[in-house]
């Protein structure tokens, strides 16, 4: 079945240093959602790529779907305290009819 | 937030009682969704729903059962709770498979001692 893998697990940084994820699928996605859980909360979503090479930006948030469609990132520029959580990219299959499937997740943690 | 509720919030059990958590939306959506949440697994999906009586498996469906008899409601029963099940379990709900955005309820602590 269709794998994706995040990395980093964990991710510390200074405040005001720049934070990135990475996501890798062992399968053509039809698109990519990132979710972002605060601690002690549930997961909310951010943004959905469904382009090969879409990149998108949110405020200091800039997300890109790979020209394969098989990986994507998300970049935060100077990050804040309000930054920290786990965030998670989720697959969707090329095929339509799958489920999302989620990644492990990185959690970043800021350093004041 | 979309209207989605679970409950119990938290909960506290013994290995091999039975569990049953449930989760309520007011979205009208045609997807609903359990994942447990576990350290270095990330979201890992037990069951979904397609509709009214109809449901799959998810990865980690073992020791788990759903049931769907309402559009608004999506139940998740541990028939004889074990401590492999202490986890953070998520509901969540959405419009399509994998095409639309899924929203997540608050989540329900279970313990299973």
């Known amino acids: 079945g269709q794998q994706v893998m995040q990395i980093p697990q964990y991710q510390h940084v200074q405040e005001g240093e720049d934070f990135t994820t990475y996501c890798n699928s062992s399968?053509?996605?039809?698109?990519i959602q990132w979710y972002k859980q605060r601690p002690g909360g549930h997961p909310v979503f951010l943004i959905q790529?469904?382009?090969?090479?879409e990149v998108k930006k949110q405020k200091r948030l800039t997300f890109q779907f790979g020209e394969a469609k098989k990986n994507s990132s998300l970049h935060i520029t100077a990050t804040q305290t309000t930054d920290v959580g786990t965030y998670f990219c989720?697959?969707?299959?090329?095929?339509?009819?799958?489920?999302?499937?989620f990644g492990t997740g990185t959690r970043l943690t800021i350093i004041p | 937030d979309a209207g989605i509720t679970q409950s119990p919030r938290h909960k506290v059990t013994e290995t091999g009682t039975p569990v049953t958590l449930r989760c309520h939306q007011t979205e009208n959506h045609r997807y609903m969704y359990w994942y447990r949440q576990d350290p270095g697994h990330g979201l890992r999906l037990i069951h979904y729903?397609?509709?009214?009586?109809?449901?799959d498996k998810g990865e980690v469906s073992d020791g788990y059962s759903v049931s769907r008899s309402k559009t608004e409601d999506f139940l998740l029963t541990l028939e004889s709770a074990t401590s492999s099940q202490t986890s953070v379990y998520f509901c969540?709900?959405?419009?399509?498979?994998?095409?639309?955005?899924?929203?997540f309820g608050p989540g329900t602590r279970l313990t299973v001692l």
């Open positions: 989720a697959g969707g299959s090329n095929f339509g009819n799958e489920k999302l499937t």
């Open positions: 790529l469904v382009k090969s090479g």
């Open positions: 729903s397609y509709g009214v009586k109809d449901t």
């Open positions: 399968t053509t996605l039809s698109n």
């Open positions: 969540a709900i959405s419009l399509a498979l994998s095409y639309n955005e899924q929203f």
